[in-house]
């Protein structure tokens, strides 16, 4: 009935549900520990397609130093102030190894390049940071939002894709499964939202929840998207194979962080006076 690769995705994903769970239903110390963790390996991923082999290794040290301090730290150490120092010290890293690598008579530094180190400290960690510190039912709500949307996605592509929507990117996403996608997500969000009531948002009506499970496909598709163009640019299927069927941490992280980040101007907008 499933193909091989079929099986080993749905066995890896049950693993995966049940280490988020538990790591949901603790919360504390052991959250933080597995979003750490899990950070660290994405970012390590990215730093890898960015900068391949052994190439920028005092990047890729530092940035995934900072990047476990910024979720390990923020529990105990700093708030948003020590948070934002660690950035402007990945932004000031980056700034001197350019001026250090072209004073040298390297003509191939490029400033763009160096500055990949705080970008992916903007694109991992500190979204992930914002996921740590919200209410349980928000983390339920923004983590079913994306998966909602992935498993839509996914199933109506493969049953019933047939117009591609930019193969370019990513040759396998059709219209159809962009459909089905937001298919998916708008009653899962309706529901989970209106059930869970995250704090500050308990007015939003079901149908305004409907409209939050719209824009949360878009997000995690949009997600999904710019993680596409991230490997075609590496020359890359997967950003690694940690993941049996599922790829790598980023491949199953880019949804989620991209629903995070509209979660947070949904929260802001809504949220009441």
């Known amino acids: 009935m499933f193909s091989l690769s079929h ?3 749905i066995i890896t994903g049950f693993i ?3 280490a988020l769970a538990g790591a949901l239903a603790a919360g504390g110390w052991i959250l933080r520990l597995l979003v750490s963790f899990t950070a660290v390996l994405a970012l390590g ?10 190439t920028n290794t005092d990047c890729k040290l530092a940035g995934l130093l900072l990047c476990a ?12 102030g ?23 008579g390297d003509d191939k530094a490029a400033l763009q ?9 903007l694109y991992i960690p500190l979204s992930l940071q914002f996921a740590v ?21 996914y199933y109506a592509g493969s049953n019933f894709g047939r117009h591609k929507i930019c193969p370019r990117v990513s040759p396998n996403k059709s219209w159809e499964g962009f459909w089905g996608g937001i298919a998916l997500d708008m009653p899962a969000t309706a529901l989970c939202g209106s059930l869970a009531s995250p704090p500050g948002l308990e007015h939003i009506p079901f149908w305004g929840w409907a409209l939050a499970g719209l824009a949360f496909s878009l997000a995690a598709q949009a997600g999904d998207f710019f993680e596409s163009a991230l490997k075609r640019a590496a020359g890359v299927k997967d950003s690694s194979r940690l993941l049996p069927g ?10 989620i962080i991209f629903v995070l980040s509209f979660y947070a101007l949904l929260k802001t907008l809504c949220a009441p006076v």
Not at 71 to 80: H, I, K, Q
Not at 82 to 104: D, I
């Open 133 to 153: 510190n919200l209410s349980r039912s928000e983390q339920i709500l923004v983590i079913l939002g994306a998966i909602a949307s992935d498993i839509g996605a």
């Open 45 to 54: 991923e990215f730093f890898q397609m960015c900068w391949p082999g052994r």
């Open 113 to 121: 390049e160096n500055l990949l180190l705080l970008f992916g400290l």
């Open 69 to 80: 301090v910024m979720l390990l730290g923020s529990g105990v150490c700093f708030g948003s």
């Open 246 to 255: 599922h790829g790598g941490i980023l491949d199953r992280l880019d949804s």
């Open 16 to 18: 995966l549900t049940a």
């Open 82 to 104: 020590g948070l934002l120092f660690l950035l402007c010290l990945g932004s000031l890293y980056a700034g001197l190894r350019f001026l250090f690598l072209y004073a040298k």
């Open 7 to 9: 099986k080993k995705r």
